[in-house]
């Protein structure tokens, strides 16, 4: 599986929900996990393997081992609170980083692998990667979270790298 690279046009379109969780969305969630894993990544969104569809995986950060995923169907961002900038990259930007405003504290809901409705309240590493990959599902890259200025020179300065 391949992870999609700016300016791939499928990285800045919206996903579709997910109506049925089948085995060929169970396949594609653990061939999301392998990948991620072998970019040494800590979050991966369907649209940065080419698919349109509303789900993620991401490191279970309150596993100190760092083997635990959790898979999100479906997101919904109930709640949010705070504000806090945070250092972050992308594996589909891959090599440039750049601070960009997110929620402190973020309450999500989603379907996990088995179809059960789970609900998060986060804070921390967890809530900022939950938001990165859940713009990914809305066509979203972690550059248009900058001020405009700032995304300007960001975006010319990787628009000549990946050109």
Do not use: W
């Not at 649209?47 to 309150?62: A, E, I, T, W, Y």
């Not at 504290?105 to 967890?126: F, P, R, V």
Request: with cysteine; net charge negative; glycine share 6%.
């Amino acid at each position: 599986m391949n992870i999609r690279i700016y300016p791939d046009p499928i990285l800045q379109k919206s996903s579709s929900e997910i109506k049925n969780i089948d085995k060929g969305l169970v396949d594609l969630i653990n061939s999301m996990v392998n990948t991620m894993r072998e970019a040494e990544g800590i979050g991966l969104a369907a649209p940065q393997v080419g698919v349109l569809k509303r789900v993620f995986v991401c490191q279970d950060f309150s596993d100190e081992s760092k083997e635990t995923f959790l898979t999100m169907i479906n997101p919904k961002i109930i709640d949010t609170e705070g504000r806090v900038e945070s250092k972050e990259g992308c594996l589909s930007i891959p090599g440039y980083y750049d601070y960009v405003y997110r929620a402190e504290k973020i309450q999500i809901e989603a379907l996990d692998i088995n179809g059960k409705s789970k609900t998060y309240l986060t804070d921390g590493m967890q809530s900022i990667v939950f938001q990165h990959e859940y713009d990914h599902l809305d066509g979203i890259l972690f550059p248009y979270r900058m001020s405009q200025i700032k995304r300007d020179i960001f975006m010319k300065k990787i628009n000549r790298e990946f050109k």
